[in-house]
Nanobody, 125 residues
Framework: QVQLVESGGGSVQAGGSLRLSCKAS????????MAWFRQAPGKEREGVAS????????SYVDSLKGRFTISQDFAKNTMYLQMNNLQPEDTAMYYC??????????????????WGQGTQVTVSS
């Protein structure tokens, strides 16, 4: 059974940093595409970053390049999202997603069959 558990969310002031974690279990980790999404109240779920090919390939939404970094630790079966210089517009529920037996990652929610429960990030000005 595939399980994804996020952690690391919280409340920070603008300019601060957070690192989100997504602990994965129940599938072959190396052949899996994974991604981070976020959803603010009243808005659609937005793809933030994706990682695949055992961490060798990544993609980011253009608006967040340079501030957010996605990575994996295979020894811990965990994916991370390092978020720097956070701004109030980054406030959202952040979700990790996974799709086993995947060749190419991406930022479309429809690509992923497995989702975590989400972790809240709140940035105050």
């Amino acid at each position: 059974q595939v399980q994804l558990v996020e952690s690391g969310g919280g409340s920070v002031q603008a300019g601060g940093s957070l690192r989100l974690s997504c602990k994965a279990s129940g599938y072959g980790y190396y052949s899996t595409c994974m991604a981070w999404f976020r959803q603010a109240p009243g808005k659609e779920r937005e793809g933030v970053a994706s990682i695949w090919r055992s961490g060798m390939e990544t993609s980011y939404v253009d608006s967040l390049k340079g501030r957010f970094t996605i990575s994996q630790d295979f020894a811990k079966n965990t994916m991370y999202l390092q978020m720097n210089n956070l701004q109030p517009e980054d406030t959202a529920m952040y979700y990790c997603a996974a799709q086993p037996s995947c060749l190419t990652g991406g930022l479309s929610p429809s690509m992923y069959n497995y989702w975590g429960q989400g972790t809240q990030v709140t940035v105050s000005s």
